[in-house]
């Protein structure tokens, strides 16, 4: 702390609220060091203090209120070994016959939110509780590197520009937690709840059932492509190991 105090401290109690999604903090507890200079933390003697408000300091290290700068206290950083066949930058790409349609789904205002609404829900559920959505955490952990890309859904053509400003959703590291995005996202649209959020939007069942097969890195492009001549054939099709643009 700006005072050199050395502190360390937490949420130990929280409540649940059936009107939230997640508990809510009610007591956080703090220690404070009473040896800090010493080399090795084997000898850091912690110590309970009650000089310091620390649920005011909770408040302050996740954020304040307001839009007020937080307290970096520590760094975390999840490294995973590289895996075959490298990282996929994930992306939604509407290509689709029904271009009129989707323009004029797109440029609704109400239903292009509700659409990026969806999306980062989609998000929430896939990194914070992936078994909702069929994901393993492995395959959870190895996506990342969230974007802020909005619109999320944008009709083709795009353009070079687009590429280097939005080169996607999130990166997943190999092919297999690629695939676990895609059809979590398709899980999700089809029986998850953003099913039920689309179509209180007013998108119809057989816009659900177009837009589930939209979230696609880019090297799925041919196969995307190869859909559009072939409405028959399967966009996503996890049993097939031979992934065209790959």
Not at 27 to 55: H, L, Q, S, T
Not at 82 to 90: A, D, E, I, L, Q
Not at 201 to 221: C, H, I, K, P, V
Request: net charge negative; glycine share 8%; proline share 6%.
């Amino acid at each position: 702390l700006p005072d050199e105090t050395h502190v360390q401290f937490g949420p130990t109690e929280w409540e649940t609220d059936p009107d939230y999604r997640y508990p809510k903090t009610t007591v956080v507890k703090g220690y404070c060091n009473e040896n800090p200079m010493a080399v090795d933390e084997r000898d850091w003697d912690w110590k309970e203090c009650d000089f310091i408000d620390f649920g005011d300091l909770w408040m302050a290290a996740r954020g304040g209120e307001g839009g007020t700068w937080g307290i970096m206290t520590s760094l975390v950083y999840q490294l995973h070994p590289r895996p075959v066949g490298g990282h996929r930058y994930m992306k939604f790409l509407p290509l689709t016959n029904n271009t009129d349609m989707w323009e004029d789904i797109l440029n609704n205002t109400d239903m292009a939110r509700s659409i990026d609404e969806a999306v980062e829900d989609f998000k929430i559920e896939f990194y914070l509780e992936p078994t909702t959505l069929g994901v393993s955490e492995e395959d959870s952990n190895a996506c990342g590197c969230d974007w802020a890309t909005h619109p999320h859904f944008k009709l083709p053509p795009v353009t070079t520009l687009d590429e280097l400003l939005h080169p996607g959703e999130a990166v997943c590291m190999g092919e297999k937690a690629g695939e676990a995005w895609a059809a979590a996202w398709k899980k999700y649209v089809l029986e998850g709840r953003g099913k039920e959020m689309l179509l209180a939007s007013g998108f119809t069942l057989s816009q659900l059932e177009e837009m589930s097969g939209w979230a696609y890195g880019d090297e799925w492009r041919n196969k995307a492509a190869a859909v559009l001549e072939n409405p028959g054939e399967s966009l996503l099709d996890l049993d097939d190991s031979s992934k065209d643009g790959r």
